[in-house]
């Protein structure tokens, strides 16, 4: 029987990069854009605030942009300051490395089990998917979905009671499924 586990985010991820004013090395995104326009050019930005002084930095969403070329939907989520339309924009790859900043998805996110009782079985296939671009070490999963430490977790994997077609220490972003034998 395949067990279903997702990855689910809890909150927004907060941004990497170093404050100006008090050199902190946080920002929490405050869910607002603002949109500026300049005859038929658009300028938009995701505005952040400092987690040390509440300082506002400006994240580049559109940069001088016809206004027939941005589709009508997307300024209207932008005007409208669209909560989902933050999240899906902090986590676009063009838009982190515009910016030059990256995500800290620390505390963001939990693990959804289901509440599937697994623990007595001899054999466990579990699909993880995950309901947001989290970079999770799949060791990690697996441990706290198991009730493993991250060493046990380890040994059955080199001894061949883990299998996963993923490399189990690395980060990732992609779903993936595994074999726990006991």
Not at 116 to 127: A, F, K, L, Q, Y
């Amino acid at each position: 029987m395949l067990n279903n586990w997702m990855v689910v985010p809890t909150r927004l991820p907060l941004v990497r990069r170093r404050c100006h004013v008090c050199r902190a090395e946080r920002f929490r995104p405050s869910g607002k854009f603002r949109v500026n326009a300049n005859h038929k050019l658009v300028d938009a930005w995701l505005l952040v605030l400092c987690t040390g002084c509440g300082d506002t930095v400006k994240l580049t969403i559109l940069e001088r942009k016809t206004v027939r070329s941005i589709r009508p939907d997307l300024l209207d989520r932008l005007h409208d300051n669209d909560a989902g339309l933050t999240a899906e924009l902090l986590q676009a790859p063009a838009v982190q490395h515009r910016n030059r900043v990256a995500l800290d998805w620390d505390g963001a996110w939990r693990l959804d089990t289901a509440g599937t009782d697994h623990r007595g079985r001899e054999v466990i296939d579990v699909s993880v998917r995950f309901g947001a671009r989290i970079p999770v070490r799949p060791v990690r999963l697996i441990a706290e979905g198991c009730g493993l430490s991250h060493g046990e977790v380890g040994r059955l994997a080199v001894a061949g009671k883990l299998v996963s077609a993923v490399r189990l220490s690395a980060r990732l972003t992609d779903d993936f499924t595994f074999t726990l034998k006991r």
